[in-house]
């Protein structure tokens, strides 16, 4: 079982930074490749980046290469998301997910490949 809270959420202005944080617990999570999602209103959730358990891995959707980063402290248990240059079409619920049956170096961009996720963090990004 891996359990999973975001935070680091908030109204923005457009060109601004965040950092959102995904507090894992469980004793999988070391082993769980992780994903950040995002769901804006009236859309479908979308896939943003992804990085395998071992952490030598990551991907990024199109849409927030070079401007989205993510990464992972084992010994803090917790994924990151930074965000830079945030735009007004980063408004969304973000989601952090954990697939808790991954391969070493394997990262995931559907949301069907996660079988835990947590409860979602809104991040408003103004003009």
């Known amino acids: 079982q891996v359990q999973l809270v975001e935070s680091g959420g908030g109204l923005v202005q457009a060109g601004g930074s965040l950092r959102l944080s995904c507090l894992a617990s469980g004793r999988t999570f070391s082993s769980s490749a992780m994903g950040w999602f995002r769901q804006a209103p009236g859309k479908e959730r979308e896939f943003v980046a992804a990085i395998s358990w071992s952490g030598s891995s990551t991907a990024y959707a199109d849409s927030v290469k070079g401007r989205f980063t993510i990464s992972r402290d084992r010994v803090q248990n917790t994924v990151y998301l930074r965000i830079n240059s945030l735009k007004p079409e980063d408004t969304a619920v973000y989601y952090c997910?954990?697939?808790?049956?991954?391969?070493?170096?394997?990262?995931?961009?559907?949301?069907?490949?996660?079988?835990?996720w947590g409860q979602g963090t809104q991040v408003t990004v103004s003009s």
């Open positions: 997910a954990a697939n808790s049956r991954a391969g070493f170096v394997n990262t995931y961009s559907s949301p069907h490949q996660y079988d835990y």
